[in-house]
């Protein structure tokens, strides 16, 4: 596609290295903004400004944060005996979003993935060991929140073996069928395991 | 959706308000940026200010442009006798793309609609007439590319009866079955207006 304006380009060639976004909507979201008032798109610019050049990630559990440690590790009633570990920060949130957990977290930033070339040193692995053996705060529980992929159980496995000898209890999150899920569109792992797996009716 | 950070929520609050991007896809587009390196997210808010602030319409045909007349009026070896009429600066660009047309351009900057309040006055149709009245260029024809909706006909009926006693011809972009299309799926009307304003074969 051919532009009148280099400035349209430009801001198009930009938008276009979004993720999921192509040239047709990229053009179609600046075109917007050039219709709109010239403080739509200076609010815009400076909430992303100002985020990518302010936001910090907790010194404890690496999420991303305003401050130095986060909302969850500051709030004091939060159950600090409990660690759920997860890939990404945005896992943080999907999790808080159901409101069923009240422990606190650790972000790995990534998974292990050796075609990615990313293995534990990549990863905030360290940190997470640090956590624990420093007995400052007591940890009893550590929940693997991990994808259900070949990358999520090579991780999980290698946390699991770094931290079978602690004295802690380490959980996975329960797979299974998901809610509203139809048995006939289940594939077969999925469905086998759920069946292998299964827990008593309450 | 709660998150667990003020700018990560600013940020996506602004995204959130272009169109077609809901709070979940902004969200993603934000987290994507947070993991980028900064001069990322810079190069995008800087092409997109830069667009804004200095975007700049041609005071020949509006269309948008990086100077004050842009680079189609400016161009001599385009036809400048005939005129097409658009409503938005995007159909310049999509008729552009076409290679097919060599003349020049009216973006009307918005189409006649009673019920969004938009009149001939809110429109650049005061300046469509100068252009072919003042005879400084002579114009011979005026295409009405305007789209074939309720809007559209209504101002290609408008632009007629103020554009009928200047001795130009007048024509409308072709209506009919789009190429690739199949009979059984077009509507009775473009059907019924392919049959009645059949063409030679050729």
Known sequence: MEFPSKLIEDAVNEVA???????????????HLVKEKEDKTTA???????????IRFCATCHT???????????????????VCVVEESKDVMAI????????IYHVLGGIISPIQGIGPAELTVDSLMTRISSGSK???EVILALSPTMEGDTTAFYLHRRLKDFPIKI???????????????ADEITLGRSITARVLFS
């Open 171 to 185: 959980t996975s999150i329960a797979r299974g069928i998901p809610t509203g899920g139809d048995l006939e569109y």
């Open 64 to 82: 991303i944060s305003d401050e130095s440690e986060c909302t969850i590790c500051r709030n004091p009633r939060r159950d600090h005996s409990i």
């Open 96 to 103: 808080e979003n159901t409101s069923q957990y009240t422990g």
């Open 138 to 140: 007591e940890i009893r």
């Open 44 to 54: 815009l610019t400076e909430a992303l400004q100002r985020l990518r050049t302010n």
């Open 17 to 31: 290295k979004l993720p999921g976004i192509g040239r047709k909507t990229a053009l179609r979201l600046v075109l």
